[in-house]
C-alpha cells in the first residue's frame, strides 16, 4: 500500500545523522521517509516484531544490542515493503535512559534519526530523498575496472591502429562552407561508387588556421595547433577557415592477411596502385607467390566479377587512409611507390609482413585462417548510420 496523508502515525526515518555525502546514499540503505514496519533478527517474516511507536521501537533496539548487533529492519517505501540490513547504535543517553537507532550495515556514517511522523510527513521526506538518490530513473555510479589492454588486443583489427578514419576538406578559395560539403561528400560518393568499402559515420566543421601557405588543423578538439617551423612571428597573417572533416569505417570489418615470403622469392606477387580519391588497392596477384598465399589472388578474382576494390588500410598497423584536402584540392594520402618500397625490403629480408583489406559485406576472410591475434574485429555501425550509406550509390 502506497503512503496516503492522513493523521495516522508510524515510525519513521527523519533524517540522517551528518558525516556522510548525501551523493553516497543509496537504495541499499534506510533513507529519510522510509517507514520502520518492525526488525527481526533474523530474515524470517514471522521473527520480525512490529514497530509501535519510536520509544516502543528503541526498548526493541536495546535488547537486540545486546546479544546482537546486526539485525534486519522491514522497511516501507513507497508501494515497496524491503528487508534492510542495518546495525543497532547507541544514539544518545540521559541518566535514566539510553537511547538506540540503527544506522546501513554497509556504512557506518549513515545513523538515522527516527520519529513518531505521520504518513503526510513520510510522503514528503520520501519525495526529497528521491531526489538524493535519483531512484527516478537513474541509479548511483560507480568505478568498473576495465582490462584495456585485453579489449585492445582482441577487439580492434590492429591494436597499434584506431578503427575510424577521417579526412579534413580545406575550403577553396572564396568557396563557403555548403560548398565544401557538397564536396566533402561529393569524394565519398565517387569512392564507393569506384569500389572501396567505405561507411559513412559523420561530418563535422573544424577551424583550420592558414599562414605562409602552411596549414594547420584543430582536430577537432577546439585547440589550435601552432606548427613550430612557423616561428613565433606574431606579425605573421593569420587566417582562419571553416573546414569540414567527414569521418568514415574502412568497409564492414577490416580482414587480416599476413604474407609470408619463401626462400628464393623476391616478390610478394602484388600489383598495387592508387585509385583517383587515394587510396592503395590491390589490382592483380600473381599466382603461387606470398600473395596468393595468404587468399588475395581469390578476394581480387571475386573483386572483379562484383566491380569491388581490394584496398589496403593499414600495413603493420600503419593507416593507408588519405587524411587531408588541401585549399588546392590536392589529396594528401600515401604514395603507393613508397608503399611498394615497404613491400620489398621486407622480402629481401624474408621478412613476413602483417596487411589489413577493407571487406565489403559480402567478403569473408580467405582460407588458411590468419593468427588469432590478427582476429579481425566488425566495424558494423549503429543502424542510425546505416540510413546514410543506404542512398549512395
Not at 137 to 148: E, L, P, S, T
Not at 235 to 248: D, E, V
Request: aromatic share 6%.
Amino acid at each position: 500500500m502506497g503512503i496516503n496523508g492522513g493523521d495516522q502515525t508510524v515510525v519513521g526515518v527523519k533524517q540522517v545523522e551528518q558525516g556522510m555525502p548525501e551523493e553516497e546514499w543509496d537504495e541499499s540503505m534506510p533513507l529519510p521517509g522510509d517507514i520502520i514496519e518492525g526488525v527481526g533478527e533474523e530474515d524470517d517474516e514471522e521473527l520480525f516484531v512490529a514497530a509501535r511507536g519510536r520509544s516502543e521501537f528503541t526498548s526493541q533496539l536495546r535488547r537486540i544490542n545486546r546479544h546482537l548487533e546486526e539485525t534486519w529492519a522491514k522497511v516501507r517505501r513507497g508501494d515497496a515493503t524491503l528487508k534492510l540490513r542495518v546495525c543497532v547504535v547507541l544514539l544518545g543517553c540521559c541518566k535514566i535512559q539510553r537511547w538506540f537507532t540503527i544506522r546501513a550495515a554497509s556504512d557506518h556514517r549513515h545513523v538515522l534519526v527516527l520519529g513518531d511522523l505521520t504518513l503526510q510527513q513520510c510522503a514528503e521526506l520520501q519525495q526529497m530523498g528521491r531526489r538524493v538518490v535519483h531512484l527516478e530513473g537513474n541509479y548511483n555510479r560507480m568505478g568498473v575496472k576495465y582490462d584495456w589492454k585485453k579489449k585492445v588486443g582482441t577487439y580492434l583489427p590492429d591494436r597499434r591502429a584506431t578503427v575510424i578514419n577521417s579526412i579534413l576538406f580545406t575550403p577553396l578559395p572564396s568557396e563557403d562552407i555548403h560548398a565544401t560539403i557538397s564536396r566533402s561528400m561529393a569524394w565519398f560518393s565517387a569512392a564507393v561508387s569506384s569500389g572501396t568499402s567505405l561507411i559513412f559515420v559523420n561530418i563535422q566543421t573544424e577551424q583550420i588556421l592558414i599562414s605562409k601557405e602552411r596549414t594547420s588543423s584543430s582536430r577537432g578538439n577546439g585547440q589550435i595547433i601552432w606548427p613550430e617551423c612557423w616561428g613565433r612571428d606574431q606579425s605573421a597573417t593569420i587566417q582562419s577557415l571553416q573546414g569540414i572533416r567527414l569521418w568514415f569505417l574502412p568497409g564492414l570489418a577490416e580482414i587480416p592477411l599476413k604474407l609470408s615470403p619463401e626462400p628464393g622469392e623476391t616478390l610478394f606477387g602484388m600489383n598495387i596502385q592508387r585509385t583517383e580519391e587515394g587510396f592503395i588497392c590491390v589490382y592483380s596477384v600473381e599466382k603461387g607467390l606470398a600473395g596468393d598465399r595468404a587468399g588475395l589472388r581469390q578476394m581480387c578474382d571475386r573483386a572483379n566479377q562484383s566491380g569491388k576494390l581490394v584496398v589496403i588500410s593499414r600495413v603493420e598497423g600503419k593507416s593507408l587512409m588519405p587524411s587531408t584536402v588541401s585549399a588546392t584540392g590536392v589529396i594528401h594520402c600515401y604514395d603507393y611507390a613508397d608503399v611498394q618500397d615497404t613491400f620489398t625490403s621486407a622480402v629481401d629480408h624474408i621478412d613476413g609482413i602483417h596487411l589489413h583489406v577493407m571487406a565489403w559485406p559480402t567478403e569473408k576472410a580467405p582460407h588458411p585462417h590468419p593468427p588469432q591475434a590478427m582476429g579481425p574485429a566488425a566495424l558494423i555501425p549503429p543502424s542510425r548510420f546505416k540510413h546514410h550509406t543506404s542512398h549512395l550509390p
